[in-house]
């Protein structure tokens, strides 16, 4: 079914994936589909708003099992694929990226939290900017997300910051303390400023 999920038929494609979405429900299933192939992965960043969504739910039901882990090289790709779906214009599809970008943290096998913690790092500066999204569901997710975030990465004066929401603090304190990123967080930053939403810019 995976090969099908590339067909350049949109409505024989999402057949295809709400099928996917059917058998992910299934505990034995879900076991088998976690070793996710690269052409599912690569539906996170369609354009289909809808193909994203259906995506989304597959793997959180896949996720629903808590004795699954995940493998460090899939953990890496579907979170590489997540922060591009933080910035999707549709408010449901970012709240299902959110809450499967916070399962991928907690489920990820001990040796793959190392590798995973760049990406993690990369993520503070969007659900830092969401937390001031004009949707009040998106800010409380990201608010979450960002808290999520901070404790894998046993960053306990920003978790503080975060439980408190003094998130201002927690921008000026990014920048001093992760010096060696502060070039690429300000490059995602900038990407903000042609937001259509103006408490984001």
Not at 20 to 26: A, H, I, N
Not at 38 to 48: G, P, Y
Not at 133 to 160: P, W
Request: a positive charge.
């Amino acid at each position: 079914m995976s090969r099908h999920v590339q067909n350049k038929c949109r409505e024989r494609r999402r057949l295809v994936l709400r099928g996917l979405v059917v058998l992910s429900k299934g505990p034995l299933m879900a076991r088998k589909m976690c070793s996710l192939s690269q052409s599912l992965l690569e539906l996170l960043r369609d354009a289909d708003g809808e193909v994203v969504g259906i995506m989304l739910r597959m793997f959180t039901d896949v996720l629903q099992d808590k004795d699954i882990l995940i493998s460090s090289t899939t953990a890496l790709k579907v979170a590489e694929a997540l922060l591009a779906v933080f910035d999707k214009d549709n408010s449901h599809v970012q709240l299902l990226s959110l809450d499967l970008f916070c399962k991928v943290m907690e489920l990820v096998v001990d040796e793959g939290k190392k590798p995973l913690k760049s990406t993690v790092c990369q993520s503070l500066p969007p659900l830092l900017f969401h937390c001031h999204d004009e949707n009040g569901c998106v800010v409380e997710a990201s608010q979450e997300t960002l808290h999520c975030a901070t404790k894998f990465l046993k960053r306990k004066n920003f978790i503080h910051l975060v439980k408190t929401e003094k998130l201002w603090q927690f921008a000026k304190r990014l920048v001093a303390e992760d010096r060696s990123r502060a070039v690429e967080h300000l490059r995602q930053a900038l990407l903000y400023l042609d937001s259509p939403q103006e408490p984001l810019r």
